[in-house]
């Protein structure tokens, strides 16, 4: 009975043992640990493309292909354009009211600089120019006294080349009669006229002196009569300084087979058998350099630069060697550095022709 009893609680000490046994908790695997996500860096904004710089021209009432100072001034705006990586553009003046209409539209779309071609929009351009402060001008052909901080005039000394084309008429001259076309009266005019004056005389105290104003810059009609009549009565050489109005001089020169001088421009293409010179005035270069230097945050506003034959910024066309006798350009070269050294000064006006001639 004994043993019945043992059997039993050892079957029970094992059921017990067993039991036990298998409930044992089994240590689960540690979990792997989670890797937050890292916030990838915010991307770098590209850099916004830098904007171009807009310059901008208005012509005078010549318009852009008057052959003359208005076409020479954007042949040199659009030098800047490819040379410089800007972008250029021009607005035409058809008439003077076109001025301030012209101006104001170049401002609103946005160019840095607005440039205005000739003396005649003087008062537009420096209105425009306290009107809006943050914009730039310059002009050609006119020298402000007193301008605001954004505002630059270019000027020329225009009687220097013109004496020289006037002492190459007064050497060339076979009728001892010459003459002079000009545009508008004006103080540029001036330049043109009595440095022509002063050359021709220099050269040939007896010559005749034949002079007319059209009062207009683009009527050609108008310049080919006022020529026609001079070589009618027996110029054989005129000199015009009258912008577009002055190719209906070259004109009357062709086909009344004279002599003509440029202006401006080497006019030579226009009339290679009957320009005998040209005055030229490197409007262009002045725009370039004007330009270059707003691009090289160099503009100076608030003053006036000037150009003469020491700056290079007048002087006789290159193709003067065609019909122009060595001889005298040799003299004419002399005749230059004596400008420039200041050993010449030539009248710009009547008061100083006047008071050198005495006539």
Known sequence: MK????????????????????????????EEPVEEPTEEPAEEPADEPLE????????????????SFNQSAWEGLSRAGSEL?????????????????????LYD??????????????????????TNPDANYAIIDFFYAEGPDNLMGVVFREEECSYLVGYIAGKMTETNIVGFVGGMESEVINHFHYGYLAGVNDANPDCEILIQYAGDWGDVPKGKAIANQMYQDGADIVFHAAGFTGNGVIEAAKESGKWVIGVDKDQYPLAPDNTLTSAVKR???????VTKDLVDGN?????NVVYGLAEEGVGIAPTSDVHVPADVLAEVDDLRQQIIDGTISVPNGPEAYEAQYGM
């Open 109 to 130: 779309n946005g160019n840095a600089l607005v440039w205005g071609i000739g003396f005649m929009m003087a008062d537009a351009v420096e209105e425009a120019a306290v």
């Open 283 to 289: 409007v262009d270069n002045a725009v370039f350099n």
């Open 52 to 67: 171009e710089l807009m310059v901008a021209m208005v012509t005078d009432t010549g318009g852009v292909n008057d052959q």
């Open 3 to 30: 043993q019945k009893y043992l059997v039993i609680a050892l079957i029970l000490v094992c059921a017990i043992t067993f039991t036990f046994a298998g409930c044992t908790p089994v240590e689960e695997p540690a």
């Open 299 to 303: 503009f100076m506003g608030g003053t």
């Open 85 to 105: 990586g800007i972008a250029v553009s021009y607005l035409e003046s058809s008439q003077e009211a076109d001025y301030v209409p012209n101006l104001d539209t």
